[in-house]
């Protein structure tokens, strides 16, 4: 009949940010090829994700753990627990809030970026499509990368 259904709403949301974030992890560790050694690139991720999420003033992604981390790791448990954190290092729990909290981010990115890009083209098909169909789109662009 042509309609998707929730099921592969599901799976195909899924499958975008799954790309998005292998595509951000890659980013990661090609910007410190030159320095493997010397960055630790679960840190330089942490960091990303820390800046998406809260601000790129907050932490300097330079993949060391220093004292910027620790206060932007504080900050986010504290903006998402409510209460002072009483550790410096995330758990399974708030390490996953942070990874879907990012992987939101970039996937509004996506969206923002294929509906300009579609009104700079100045498609009026576009200009009237409804949310779902602007959706479709960015699964779309996710699957042919």
């Keep these: 009949d042509g309609r998707v259904a929730e099921k592969t709403w599901t799976a195909l949301r899924h499958t975008h940010r799954n790309r998005l974030d292998e595509s951000e992890l890659l980013g990661v560790v090609r ?3 030159h320095d493997a050694a010397a960055v630790e690139i679960d840190v330089a991720l942490l960091q990303r994700r820390l800046q998406a999420v809260l601000g790129a003033d907050v932490v300097t992604a330079d993949g060391v753990y220093g004292p910027r981390t620790r206060a932007a790791v ?5 903006s998402t627990r409510g209460e002072e954190a009483q550790t410096e290092v995330l758990d399974d729990a708030a390490q996953a809030t942070l990874r879907d909290l990012h992987l939101s981010r970039l996937e509004a990115e996506s969206l923002a970026a294929a509906s300009s890009s579609a009104r700079a083209a ?6 009237a ?9 960015v699964m ?5 990368q």
């Design 31 to 33: 910007s410190y090829e």
């Design 74 to 78: 504080q900050r986010f448990l504290r």
């Design 122 to 127: 100045g498609s009026e098909e576009e200009e």
């Design 129 to 137: 499509a409804s949310v779902r169909q602007q959706q479709v789109r």
């Design 140 to 144: 779309q662009l996710a699957l042919r």
